[in-house]
Structure formats: structure tokens, C-alpha cells
């Protein structure tokens, strides 16, 4: 069976930080890439980053210098740093694993930015 298992996410003020964490089991997740996406309230869901197999990185212009995606294949965990948090940045977080025609969500994590 398998299982994305995000958590991390939490109510933070504009300026902190927060990593989300994405563990994977039932898939080999090495040789999956590995996507964040969020979806805020009223819009649709957008693609925030990703990592191939080989780790090469991708980015919305939205996150690009403040956001990083990471992973550890020993731990099956896909990784979301995120740095100088805005209000705009608050919806739920989404972790996806991606070997074609495979994908597999997460059961999301909300991530609130609020004085």
C-alpha cells in the first residue's frame, strides 16, 4: 500500500520558516520525482517545486529564493524549506510522487502565515 505522509506545517508569522517533511512508503522512492503543490482557499491547486530522480530542482517564480526542495532517498522523505513566509503562502501543501503513469498525494498539511 502505499503512503505519503506529510507533516511540519503549522501557523507561523510573515518573515519565519517552516520545512515540510514527506514520507513515502509502498514505492521505490528513489526512483520517483517529487513535487510540492499547495491550494489555498477558493483557488486551484498550483505547483510550488519540484525534484527529478536525479534532483535536478524546479520552482515557481512565486517561491524562487526563498523556497527549497530537498530529498533523502535513504530516508524516503521529500523535504520543503521554507523561508520568509507571506501571508499569500498560507494554504494546504501537498506532497505527489511521480513515475509515469504512476502519481500518488499526500493527505496535505496546512501551512498558516498570520501576525
Known amino acids: 500500500q502505499v503512503q505519503l505522509v506529510e507533516s511540519g506545517g503549522g501557523l507561523v508569522q510573515p518573515g519565519g520558516s517552516l520545512r515540510l517533511s514527506c514520507a513515502a512508503s509502498?514505492?521505490?522512492?528513489?526512483?520517483?520525482?517529487m513535487a510540492w503543490y499547495r491550494q489555498a482557499p477558493g483557488k486551484q491547486r498550483e505547483l510550488v517545486a519540484r525534484i527529478s530522480s536525479s534532483s535536478s530542482t524546479e520552482y515557481a517564480d512565486s517561491v524562487k529564493g526563498r523556497f527549497a526542495i530537498s530529498r533523502d532517498n535513504v530516508k524516503n522523505t521529500g523535504y520543503l524549506q521554507m523561508n520568509s513566509l507571506k501571508p499569500e503562502d498560507t494554504a494546504v501543501y501537498y506532497c505527489?510522487?511521480?513515475?509515469?503513469?504512476?502519481?500518488?498525494w499526500g493527505q496535505g498539511t496546512q501551512v498558516t502565515v498570520s501576525a
Open positions: 509502498g514505492i521505490a522512492f528513489s526512483i520517483y520525482a
Open positions: 505527489k510522487a511521480i513515475f509515469h503513469p504512476n502519481n500518488y
